[in-house]
């Protein structure tokens, strides 16, 4: 006469191999007396195999690790445990396929120790293991866009040097720093000459090639990391010089002014040169003249101001007192 099976029983098994999670049930002795279909699959352990087995026989790399752990704490202390899933990546050898199996590059997964009681019997205790690899990806992703996103919002969309917000983070900062260790810091505000001129005579285009040309070249001078060249305006450029006094920076002034001249631009309306230019205004904070960045800026300005007064295609420094 067949054994008459438990209905009930029948619907639970079914049940247990159709969730899209890894179940495994360990007795006291950390057997595995459950096995679902999902572990068949992604483990590749199929359960004929599994049941009975010591559970760290199956996965002999866990020993001592955090899943090891709590197991114990399943078993002997009756803890439910939650893996956190940036600790614990990947602790089970779990792969969506066989070319994933062959480069190891496993599911993620978080994994949940939970102690069961079961009657007339010791402790067991169920791990749960979720495949988190999309929420995981996706957060990925959106990190990545966050990065791109946050160096666009810092990136002048002509030129891709630093826009005009970036400067005054970076202006704050310096001031900070250079207040905080009394070191000079010197600010550079840059003009491209008769820039109007040059729109007129060759067209707008021809006169964003040029901002976006003479901005590359000059931002390529700058040497040290904190360093910062910024579009401070249309034509107008500012470069943030920490740590450079103001010999220092009159000197790299008069490198930059050069190297824009050198650049050969042709521009029929440039003045004596026929060619491209710029303006350059210099000032320094120091510790004999520790003015605030409003300041500071107003006398590069200024300095500016006095350059395309004087001639244009010159340095000017902020004048003493
Ligand atoms: N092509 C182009 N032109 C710009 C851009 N931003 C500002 N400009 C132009 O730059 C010119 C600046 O002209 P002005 O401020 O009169 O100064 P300038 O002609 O350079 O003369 P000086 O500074 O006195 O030597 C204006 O004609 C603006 O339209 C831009 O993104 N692209």
Same mark, same amino acid.
């Given at each position: 006469?067949?054994?008459?099976?438990?209905?009930?029983?029948? %619907?639970?098994?079914?049940?247990? *191999?159709?969730?899209?999670? !890894?179940?495994?049930?360990?007795?006291?002795?950390?057997?595995?007396?459950?096995?679902?279909?999902?572990?068949?699959?992604?483990?590749?352990?199929?359960?004929?195999?599994?049941?009975? @087995?010591?559970?760290?026989?199956?996965?002999?790399?866990?020993?001592?690790?955090?899943?090891? &752990?709590?197991?114990?704490?399943?078993?002997?202390?009756?803890?439910?445990?939650?893996?956190?899933?940036?600790?614990? =990546?990947?602790?089970f050898p779990l792969y969506?396929?066989?070319?994933?199996?062959?480069?190891?590059?496993? %599911?993620?997964? $978080?994994?949940?120790?939970?102690?069961?009681?079961?009657?007339?019997? &010791?402790?067991?205790?169920?791990?749960?293991?979720?495949?988190?690899?999309?929420?995981?990806?996706?957060?990925?992703?959106?990190?990545?866009?966050?990065?791109?996103?946050?160096?666009?919002?810092?990136?002048? !969309?002509?030129?891709?040097?630093?826009?005009?917000?970036?400067?005054?983070?970076?202006?704050?900062?310096?001031?900070?720093?250079?207040?905080?260790?009394?070191?000079?810091?010197?600010?550079?505000?840059?003009?491209?000459?008769?820039? =109007?001129?040059?729109?007129? /005579?060759?067209?707008?285009? =021809?006169?964003?090639?040029?901002?976006?040309?003479?901005?590359? $070249?000059? @931002?390529?001078?700058?040497?040290?990391?904190?360093? %910062?060249?910024?579009?401070?305006?249309?034509?107008?450029?500012?470069?943030?010089?920490?740590?450079?006094?103001? @010999?220092?920076? $009159?000197?790299?002034?008069?490198?930059?002014?050069?190297?824009?001249?050198?650049?050969?631009? &042709? /521009?029929? /309306?440039?003045?004596?040169?026929?060619?491209?230019?710029?303006?350059? !205004?210099?000032?320094?904070?120091?510790?004999?003249?520790?003015?605030?960045?409003?300041?500071?800026?107003? *006398?590069?300005?200024? &300095?500016l101001y006095r350059a =395309?007064? *004087?001639?244009?295609?010159?340095?000017?420094?902020?004048?003493?007192?």
């Open positions: 006469m067949p054994i008459a099976r438990d209905p009930s029983l029948e %619907l639970l098994h079914s049940v247990l *191999n159709a969730i899209t999670l !890894g179940a495994v049930v360990l007795d006291s002795d950390r057997r595995v007396v459950l096995w679902n279909d999902w572990m068949s699959s992604y483990a590749q352990i199929p359960r004929e195999q599994a049941l009975g @087995a010591d559970f760290l026989a199956l996965f002999p790399a866990l020993r001592g690790s955090r899943v090891d &752990a709590a197991i114990d704490q399943a078993l002997r202390h009756h803890f439910p445990s939650l893996l956190s899933q940036s600790l614990n =990546k990947a602790p969506a396929n066989a070319a994933a199996a062959r480069l190891d590059e496993r %599911l993620q997964q $978080a994994v949940a120790v939970t102690p069961v009681e079961v009657s007339g019997a &010791a402790r067991h205790c169920l791990i749960q293991i979720t495949d988190v690899s999309i929420a995981v990806g996706r957060e990925k992703l959106l990190r990545e866009q966050t990065l791109v996103l946050r160096s666009q919002t810092f990136a002048d !969309g002509l030129t891709g040097i630093a826009n005009r917000r970036h400067f005054d983070v970076a202006i704050e900062r310096e001031h900070r720093r250079a207040r905080r260790h009394g070191t000079p810091l010197s600010l550079l505000m840059i003009d491209i000459d008769h820039f =109007k001129a040059y729109n007129d /005579h060759y067209g707008h285009q =021809k006169g964003d090639q040029c901002l976006i040309q003479v901005s590359a $070249a000059l @931002a390529d001078m700058l040497r040290r990391s904190a360093d %910062l060249m910024a579009r401070y305006g249309g034509e107008e450029f500012a470069v943030i010089l920490p740590d450079t006094d103001a @010999a220092q920076a $009159a000197q790299m002034a008069e490198a930059i002014r050069a190297r824009a001249q050198a650049l050969a631009i &042709a /521009h029929a /309306h440039g003045g004596d040169s026929g060619v491209v230019t710029v303006s350059i !205004g210099v000032a320094t904070r120091s510790a004999a003249s520790p003015v605030d960045i409003d300041t500071l800026i107003g *006398n590069a300005d200024r &300095a =395309k007064k *004087n001639g244009r295609n010159r340095v000017e420094a902020q004048l003493p007192g």
